[in-house]
């Protein structure tokens, strides 16, 4: 073949490679940046939202949404009479498929963004009704602190979960029966640790606990009739009177954190003082119901302790 018949090939062959190489890069690059099949991200990121107002209510609605319902709550470490929601908890109860809170009893500003959201969407625990008030005042919103209380809610909430979900129906009420059962036994224990301070003095700084030791007989004397710990004058001296013969055999409790003008006010009624965690404050994130149930008995226990026990004498 002569010089001028293989120059052409040669460039040919040379243009031909390299048209091939490029191809080839090219595809490589095509495999690399095409969209890949996108991975399922669980269950997670597709369940409904059940959105709560109070710790104690996601604990409580976590025994009975499983699985099935992300459950958010609302209110933190801030004071359930004033909160108002963020943006951001707005928007929240919004898109939940269901909002879970006490009453305006219990959340009065949150009653005015409660009341833009559908009735199908909110469920009042405290209008639902079914509650027992043995022992406690009637008009004391902290039905949590019973956990018979807590499990008529735990019912509630099965029941509207159910009408939302019939697909899960029974998983909701099944949840709803084991609860109530293991609450008729925390009832039990929780009340066989109280009963033998049925006759002490036992005085909160505001109507918070007759719900936690009503049912073992013990009476909660309250100093305000609101949750604003306002300690009205009478009402000091009148159970500064009533605990004179008792000094030191009777237990003040308020709420965290330990604050001096709760200690003063047990200083001068003569007795113990205890803060207490109805909210479950200071308990970690993902606590159960009965654990924050335990820990209130502990603490109040703290004071408890120190009087004698008197069960024998009756």
């Known amino acids: 073949m002569s010089s001028s018949r293989v120059e052409p090939f040669l460039a040919q062959f040379f243009v031909l490679l390299i048209t091939l190489m490029v191809a080839a890069c090219g595809g490589d690059q095509s495999a690399q940046t095409s969209p890949q099949p996108s991975r399922d991200p669980g269950d997670a990121s597709k369940k409904a939202t059940l959105v709560v107002s109070i710790g104690p209510l996601a604990m409580i609605a976590r025994e009975i949404a499983g699985e099935q319902l992300a459950v958010r709550s609302l209110i933190g470490n801030g004071d359930p009479h004033h909160y108002a929601p963020s943006v951001t908890d707005r928007v929240a109860m919004e898109s939940a498929q269901l909002v879970v809170w006490l009453g305006p009893q219990m959340e009065s500003v949150l009653a005015r963004q409660m009341a833009l959201l559908p009735e199908q969407q909110q469920l009042s625990l405290l209008a639902a009704g079914g509650y027992e008030f043995d022992g406690a005042d009637k008009d004391d919103p902290h039905l949590w602190l019973r956990p018979r209380n807590a499990a008529v809610m735990a019912a509630h909430i099965a029941t509207r979960l159910a009408e ?81 013969a008792e000094a030191g055999h009777g237990c003040l409790f308020g709420e965290v954190p330990v604050n001096e003008r709760d200690r003063q006010t047990a200083e001068h009624l003569n007795l113990g003082y205890q803060a207490l965690d109805p909210l479950g404050t200071r ?32």
């Not at 009503?214 to 500064?240: C, D, F, I, K």
Request: hydrophobic share 40%.
């Open 164 to 244: 939302l979900n019939p697909g899960q129906a029974q998983e909701f009420r099944a949840r709803a029966r084991d609860f109530s059962r293991a609450m008729a036994n925390l009832q039990k224990v929780q009340d066989r640790a109280l009963w033998a301070y049925r006759d002490v003095p036992i005085v909160s700084t505001h109507k918070a606990y007759s719900q936690f030791f009503g049912p073992a007989g013990v009476t909660v004397n309250s100093l305000s009739g609101s949750s604003s710990h306002q300690h009205g004058a009478r009402a000091m001296l009148e159970h500064r009177e009533a605990t004179a």
């Open 283 to 314: 308990l970690p994130a993902d606590a159960t119901y009965p654990q924050l149930m335990q820990q209130l008995l502990a603490d109040a226990r703290e004071c408890l302790g120190a009087i004698p026990d008197r069960s024998a004498e009756h």
